[in-house]
């Protein structure tokens, strides 16, 4: 299958360029982090919206390489709407793409049967990343600040 990477890199590049849920939420009710890979200069900034353990909302803003804006991009695609139960097995699925050892935090709740059928989606269009150990950092970074801002969300709740 030789026309799958290009597949990617066309997902990839088309987040790059039309960045979903690209802006600010008024800071409260939405709750804002920042992240920052001091190995590339990339930046992210997450603003989510919880209403009743779901996000309600979520905009991001932020700067740097194509694989972390779009990462960016995706993640906030996949996530609106979710439960915020849905979005700790997303998370563990997509660090699992990412060959990294799922951080004590995310398993918090025990994974519900159903978790096997969480998509990633476009997001698996990062898959190759993996191939490229500098870049992983770029592609999680969004994750990262997604898991801050919960916890913000959370502490202030
Ligand atoms: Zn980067």
């Known amino acids: 299958m030789p026309d799958l990477e290009d ?3 066309e997902v990839i590049l088309d987040h790059y ?3 979903r849920n690209r802006g600010e939420l008024d800071t409260p009710p939405a709750v804002r982090a920042e992240g920052f890979n001091p190995l590339c200069g990339d930046e992210v900034i997450v603003y989510v919206q919880l209403a009743d353990g ?3 909302d979520i905009k991001v803003g932020g700067q740097g390489c194509s694989i972390s ?12 709407g979710r439960t915020t139960e849905e979005l700790r097995q997303l998370n563990r699925a997509f660090k699992a793409m990412m060959s990294i050892e799922p951080d004590p935090a995310d398993d ?5 049967g159903n ?3 969480i998509k990633l989606g476009d997001l698996e269009a990062l898959k190759g990343v993996v191939k490229f150990p500098v870049r992983i950092k770029c592609a999680t970074l969004s994750w990262h600040t997604l898991t ?10």
């Open 7 to 9: 597949l990617y890199r």
């Open 69 to 80: 804006q779009a990462s960016a991009s995706m993640m906030s695609a996949t996530v609106k």
């Open 17 to 19: 360029r039309n960045p």
């Open 54 to 56: 779901i996000i309600d």
């Open 108 to 112: 918090l709740s025990p994974m519900s």
């Open 148 to 157: 801050q801002a919960l916890e913000e969300a959370q502490a202030t709740a």
């Open 115 to 117: 978790g096997a059928d």
